[in-house]
């Protein structure tokens, strides 16, 4: 059992809406990203997601409104919403997702990635 420091985690890498695996619990894998711009709108039909914002601001896109979040807040988006993470400047987020979620949901295109460990 050792101690993670989160923005430490974040110093290893540059590249955006490219998630990096942090520790698992349980079933789940923690992860940080970077983001800035817009991503894809997408839902996830067997899972919930959250984000919590770590360090910036994050727009979060629904069809039916828009929730912004600031450093330290979160959101939880339940299964099957549709959604689309915009950040107008570089944004630090953690995700907690079951193992197998894929970050682009039910699209897949060149943001699709497997994430990796850091």
Not at 28 to 50: A, N, P, Q, R, S
């Amino acid at each position: 059992m050792d101690k993670v420091n989160i923005a430490e985690k974040f110093t290893h890498f540059s590249d955006q809406w490219s998630p990096r695996i942090i520790g698992t619990l349980n079933d789940y894998h923690i992860k940080i990203v970077k983001v800035e711009g817009e991503f894809v709108w997408h839902k996830h039909d067997e899972t919930d997601e959250l984000f919590f914002i770590v360090k910036g601001q994050l727009l979060m896109k629904f069809r039916d409104r828009d929730v912004l979040l600031n450093e330290g807040e979160m959101i939880i988006v339940p299964k099957g919403v549709e959604h689309m993470p915009v950040a107008q400047e570089e944004c630090y987020m953690m995700l907690i997702e079951p193992k197998e979620t894929v970050n682009t949901g039910d699209v897949e295109n060149d943001r699709t990635v497997d994430a990796q460990w850091i």
